[in-house]
């Protein structure tokens, strides 16, 4: 018997002998969801210079996520950390920071786009962070058909900003 004809078998026996289909799709209405490439970061500096020792903290946005309730309509709450780090510059200080949050429709057309604060408080150590929910609502099931929708999270950052995470 062919080697290749026997492997073939052994592996559509594998796959009849699965209980779930391999090859089922399920689609789901549920948002894309995504950090904008550099958006993700924001560094804070003491006065005007930027090397590292001039660096009072580094935010982050991380652990990105979403689950979703479909019917008649779809709402996904999307939750993620804000997290901070000092090198002993902030210490037992709150600082808030912008973050944007916006709707694309079928990966091109913004829907909206929201600018929201968060406040971190540093720790002894220099640590920040906070956990964001927001939840989003498309009202009809047959417009979440329709579309792709996609959420993109970030900083809101000044042209300063966006210039030293392109150069870093």
């Known amino acids: 018997m062919n080697v290749r004809l026997l492997g073939v078998a052994i592996m559509t026996l594998a796959l009849a002998a699965c209980a779930d289909n391999p090859l089922e799709v399920t689609i789901s209405r549920c948002p894309a969801v995504a950090i904008v490439g550099d958006t993700g970061t ?6 005007e210079g930027r090397t590292a020792d001039d660096v009072m903290f580094t935010a982050s946005i991380s652990d990105v996520g979403v689950s979703c309730t479909e019917g008649d309509s779809v709402t ?77 999270i970030g900083f809101q950052l000044s042209v300063d900003d966006v210039a030293f995470n392109m150069e870093r």
Do not use: C, H, M
Request: charged share 25%; aromatic share 14%; no cysteine.
């Open 42 to 47: 924001l560094t804070r500096f003491d006065g």
């Open 76 to 152: 996904s709450a999307v939750s993620f950390y804000v997290g901070a780090q000092s090198e002993g510059k902030v210490i037992n200080e709150t600082v808030t920071l912008p973050y944007f949050v916006a709707v694309l429709k079928d990966n091109s057309e913004v829907v909206t786009k929201r600018i929201f604060d968060v406040t971190l408080r540093f720790d002894e150590n220099g640590y920040a962070s906070s956990r964001e929910i927001l939840s989003q609502f498309v009202p009809t099931i047959e417009q979440a058909r329709r579309y792709n929708y996609e959420l993109l």
